[in-house]
């Protein structure tokens, strides 16, 4: 069975950072892209970052590029988000989700991130 477990989210002031974890299992973790999604109260999900299964491409929605850094270690079965220069934008209810065949086909329960002075 599947599973994706995120940690790491919490209370921050504007300017600083967090480390999102989502550890993996039930499946070949690195046979898969991986994604992190957020979700603001009152808004829809937003795609935030995408790491190819090998780790070598990664890609970023503008609003984060440059202050998120998304990676993995395929060893551990875990995904990695670094948030830096947080703002109060960015808080959100934080799911790692496993790539699947043009859909997220499996998600996690969520960290929240909340970033507020």
């Known amino acids: 069975e599947v599973h994706l477990v995120e940690s790491g989210g919490g209370l921050v002031r504007p300017g600083g950072s967090l480390r999102l974890s989502c550890v993996a299992s039930g499946f070949t973790f690195g046979d898969h892209d991986m994604s992190w999604i957020r979700q603001a109260p009152g808004k829809g999900p937003e795609w935030v970052s995408t790491?190819?299964?090998?780790?070598?491409?990664?890609y970023y929605t503008n609003a984060v590029k440059g202050r998120f850094t998304i990676s993995r270690d395929n060893a551990k079965n875990t995904l990695y988000l670094q948030m830096n220069s947080l703002k109060p934008e960015d808080t959100a209810l934080y799911y790692c989700?496993?790539?699947?065949?043009?859909?997220?086909?499996?998600w996690g329960q969520g960290t929240q991130v909340t970033v507020s002075s």
């Open positions: 989700a496993r790539d699947g065949l043009g859909m997220y086909d499996y």
């Open positions: 790491i190819m299964n090998g780790g070598a491409a990664a």
